[in-house]
């Protein structure tokens, strides 16, 4: 089933540690972002890609980074994690060409200790 | 940047009754307005949106109105039911820069009363 899929779903690790968010999709589409939420909270836009080799920086500086070898994957890495890291992410995809809907994935829950 | 304002922040109805979030924005140049539905614990989900060349829509109960010239769309929700509580973001896309970043709202939580 075409999907947006994250991993790992929940992840509790101490303060220093570096960290690899997964993301992956299935539908084929060419733009990808990464959002930061706090529960209930808006979402802020952290990094985005339009393609394979193309990433950017979004408006919130979260001291992460982001690789896009190949098109259904969009990985997120804190290289050195925070207490302030604390939040939820979320990997969203949308179909190039146009205003379109932005599909969501499931969210990584990160606390940082 | 675009800058999304929403409100209200929180909204408790009546079952039955209805139910409006606003939104206003600051890009003239932004061209699609989704509203997405979070419930607790879950991911967005898109439930209506709206291009900047139409002045209204509909799909059942929920209905979202736009106005360009003063820079504010609206989501109308009818008939409100249980099922219809949750957190409800607004977004706006900008086409300046590089022409398709999202701006959301600081969302609306809805409660809808039995």
């Known amino acids: 089933e075409a999907d947006i899929y994250q991993t790992p779903r929940y992840l509790v690790i101490g303060t220093g540690k570096k960290i690899t968010l997964e993301c992956s999709q299935t539908m084929g589409h060419d733009k990808m972002y990464w959002y930061q939420q706090d529960p209930g909270m808006e979402l802020h836009l952290i990094h985005y890609?339009?393609?394979?080799?193309?990433?950017e920086k979004g408006d919130l500086s979260s001291e992460s980074t982001v690789s896009r070898i190949r098109t259904e994957h969009f990985p997120l890495t804190l290289e050195s994690a925070r207490p302030s890291h604390t939040s939820q992410y979320l990997c969203a995809s949308q179909i190039a060409g146009g205003p379109n809907e932005q599909f969501f994935g499931p969210g990584t829950r990160l606390t940082v200790l | 940047g675009e800058n999304v304002e929403q409100h209200p922040s929180t909204l408790s109805v009546q079952e039955g009754d209805s139910a409006v979030i606003k939104c206003t924005y600051s890009?003239?140049?932004?061209?699609?307005f989704p509203w997405y539905k979070q419930e607790l614990g879950k991911r967005p989900q898109l439930i209506i949106d709206i291009r900047s060349n139409v002045g209204e829509k509909k799909d059942q109960r929920i209905a979202v109105t736009l106005n360009k010239t003063a820079k504010h769309f609206s989501l109308h929700i009818t008939e409100t039911q249980p099922e219809d509580s949750a957190v409800y973001f607004c977004?706006?896309?900008?086409?300046?820069?590089?022409?398709?970043?999202?701006?959301f709202g600081t969302g609306t939580s809805l409660t809808v009363i039995p």
């Open positions: 977004a706006a896309r900008s086409l300046r820069g590089t022409g398709n970043q999202f701006y």
């Open positions: 890009d003239s140049a932004s061209n699609y």
């Open positions: 890609s339009y393609g394979v080799n193309s990433t």
